[in-house]
């Protein structure tokens, strides 16, 4: 992308921005320039980045683990339990471009903070909850925090420290992030089956402590354009209710709800999508360009990220429950069961890239997914009786590579797709759908799969659900494969004469989302 990392560039788009966050005008760092990584300073940012991501990173990779835990202890059902995982992903996919449209105009350094402390507030109610209900409330106000950590974190080093130490310094937050999320399960599963799942949550509180303590040796930046670009307040009220009217038909669908009580919502939320891409087409300044689909590989590789995500989360949706009520592990078990995805990402997905630069993306787009799903349906396997070294060891670890694969290619393909002064935007746009993927397949999946109630607590009926999550997560990493191949040009040349880009994408982990990072030379 761009020939030299600029400080000002931002991880998630303005919503009035329509280009690359942070590079649309004059970016007020406030540290003559930058920081230096190897300076006392350096490392405080870095801390600060590391722990402010890691707090959600670790709440995201933890909460599934403890579905089953929840469920006994709070008398909830199934859609009650859909409800606290999209509750946190519902107003955490609704916001995320807001939020980091806030970083732009307050300040980085000052919306984060802000994320911080309404992350771990709303990380105390969560751990405090007496009833599903004030759980998933805690959850939403959570998702409200994240959307401004989310973006933030990144966006402080690639704003704060010198130019020739960004790329180290996006290489050294990306690296700890992983390790991070390498640790969530095993640190989730023993405090889910030690002190309570209630410290899944309330681990967030002293986490913000460290990071309010660190951050005073953060830099303040903004980008002093932003004040010039209005919010796109109907934007992110009709991507809202969107979201929630069609995860409100979805989960009720599943549950006890009554017909008009799934109808209604479903038809509100489809208004508002409606809505949504008028407002976005009629507003000078939309949260959402809608020109950016007129490149038919952005478009593609969105409806990829759309098949793959929902696959991911799917299975480790269903995964989780399946291994504690059908298999008898316990948390701990259920949490490192799933490490090795992880841990392959951290150490693969660099060379992926690499290859993709080298033959093209076509291939790992078409392999990676195909890959994976062979790693879906080895979970076929994961049933009554099954031991981990035989049967599920090499599904999470077949899965693991598929996802390798295609991870960082896929970012990079998202970047080669537009012009180099909207890779921000694109970056932002694409780690949205990404959750949006997430959110509604969590909320749509036990409906397919005819898991409903608490037959979630039946090691029979799960095991019989689980089975066909499995098949209908395989197919859509097959889906995903068949678009690529498709629609991805095969050549490396062609990949990258797409914009004149050249895709630099060497810093991905993302089991969640794929990564918020803007590409260009600062990836490297």
């Known amino acids: 992308m761009g020939s030299s990392p600029d400080p000002g560039r931002e991880a998630a788009p303005a919503p009035g921005g329509g280009g690359d966050v942070g590079s649309g005008g004059r970016d007020s760092a406030g540290n003559a320039g930058g920081v ?24 995201g990779t933890v909460v599934n683990v403890a579905l089953p835990t929840l469920g006994k202890d709070l008398d909830a059902s199934i859609s009650a339990l859909q409800w606290v995982v999209n509750a946190y992903m ?17 300040g980085r350094r000052r919306t984060l903070v802000v994320g911080v402390v309404w992350f771990a507030a709303a990380s105390a109610l969560c751990g405090l909850a007496q009833d599903a209900g ?37 290489g050294a937050w990306s690296g700890l992030g992983g390790v991070a999320g390498a640790v969530g399960p095993f640190l989730g599963g023993w405090l889910i089956d030690g002190p309570g799942w209630r410290w899944i949550f309330l681990i967030n509180v002293p986490l913000a402590a460290l990071v309010l303590f660190a951050v005073r040796h953060v830099p303040e930046s903004r980008d002093e354009s932003a004040a010039q670009q209005p919010f796109d307040v109907p934007g992110a009220c009709l991507a809202a209710l969107f979201l929630a009217g069609v995860s409100f038909a979805l989960i009720g669908a599943s549950g006890d709800t009554s017909a008009g009580g799934v109808i209604l919502p479903g038809v509100l939320g489809l208004a508002a999508g409606a809505a949504f891409v008028l407002v976005e087409h009629r507003r000078r300044n939309p949260m ?5 689909f007129r490149s038919r590989l952005f478009t593609a590789a969105n409806i990829m990220t759309l098949c793959l995500y929902a696959a991911i989360g799917g299975i480790l949706f269903m995964l989780p429950v399946q291994l504690q009520t059908t298999l008898g592990y316990d948390a701990l078990q259920a949490g490192t069961a799933t490490l090795p995805i992880t841990v392959l990402m951290l150490l693969l997905s660099a060379s992926a890239g690499d290859l993709a630069r080298r033959v093209g993306p076509r291939l790992p787009l078409v392999a990676g997914p195909l890959v994976a799903a062979a790693g879906v349906l080895l979970m ?34 998202v970047l080669a797709s537009v012009d180099a002064s909207r890779a921000g935007l694109a970056s932002g746009v694409n780690n949205t759908a990404a959750r949006i993927a997430q959110l509604l397949v969590v909320a749509g999946l036990p409906l ?20 066909k999550a499995a098949v209908g997560c395989a197919a859509l990493f097959a889906l995903a494969a068949a678009a690529a191949a498709v629609f991805v040009r095969p050549s490396p040349a062609a990949w990258h004469h797409e914009r004149g880009n050249e895709p630099q994408c060497k810093t991905c982990c993302g089991v969640q989302a794929p990564p918020l990072e803007p590409g260009g030379r600062a990836a490297e």
Not at 98 to 103: S, V
Not at 450 to 465: I, V
């Open 448 to 467: 397919a799969v005819g898991l409903s109630g608490t037959a979630y607590a039946d090691p029979d009926a799960l095991n019989a659900s689980f089975g």
């Open 134 to 170: 004030m759980l998933i409330a805690a959850r939403a106000l959570q998702g409200v925090g994240g959307a401004l950590l989310t973006p933030g974190s990144l966006a402080l080093v690639r704003a704060s420290y010198r130019p020739e130490d960004q790329a180290r310094a996006v």
């Open 288 to 292: 959402l360009p809608l020109e950016l």
């Open 36 to 59: 230096a990584l190897a300076s006392a300073r350096g490392r405080w940012v870095l801390l600060c980045a590391v722990l402010a991501s890691g707090m959600a990173l670790l709440d």
């Open 90 to 106: 519902l107003t955490l996919s609704a916001l995320l471009l807001l939020g980091g449209a806030l970083g732009d105009r307050l």
């Open 380 to 413: 076929l396997r994961v049933r009554p009786g099954a031991a981990y070294v035989t049967d599920v060891l090499p599904a999470v670890v077949v899965l693991g590579l598929g996802m390798s694969l295609f991870v960082a290619p896929l970012t990079a393909t």
